[in-house]
């Protein structure tokens, strides 16, 4: 059974960086998409990043095109690791995120298409 572990989460100042590990176990990723999710204090759990069993990344957390290039996502399958990157943080992106894997054809913001989470990685952004 695939297990996930998220770490890099932490408090930072806005216009900061971090980056955020999703480490698995119990199967290898390659077989996956991995998405990140964040679930902000109120909101509904919302789709950031997904990188596709081919490497093909997507962002859902950008469409302003302020928001263009802060997130970047990779994955090193031989490390069973897939990180996220965000940069110029803003107190707008302070949440728990999660990783999570699908066995979808190509990958996706819907929550019910991932199958495997893990516990995830609170990242809070003030000043």
């Known amino acids: 059974q695939l297990q996930l572990v998220e770490s890099g989460g932490g408090s930072v100042q806005p216009g900061g960086s971090l980056r955020l590990s999703c480490a698995a176990s119990g199967s290898p990723l390659e077989y996956y998409n991995i998405g990140w999710f964040r679930r902000a204090p109120g909101k509904e759990r919302e789709g950031v990043s997904c990188i596709s069993r081919s490497g093909v990344a997507a962002h859902y957390a950008d469409f302003a095109d302020s928001e263009k290039g802060r997130f970047t996502i990779s994955r090193d399958n031989a490390a069973n690791t897939v990180l996220l990157e965000i940069n110029k943080l803003k107190p707008g992106d302070t949440a728990v995120y999660y990783c999570?894997?699908?066995?979808?054809?190509?990958?996706?913001?819907?929550?019910?298409?991932?199958?495997?989470w893990g516990q995830g990685t609170q990242v809070t952004v003030s000043s």
């Open positions: 999570a894997a699908s066995r979808h054809t190509f990958c996706t913001e819907f929550v019910p298409s991932y199958d495997y």
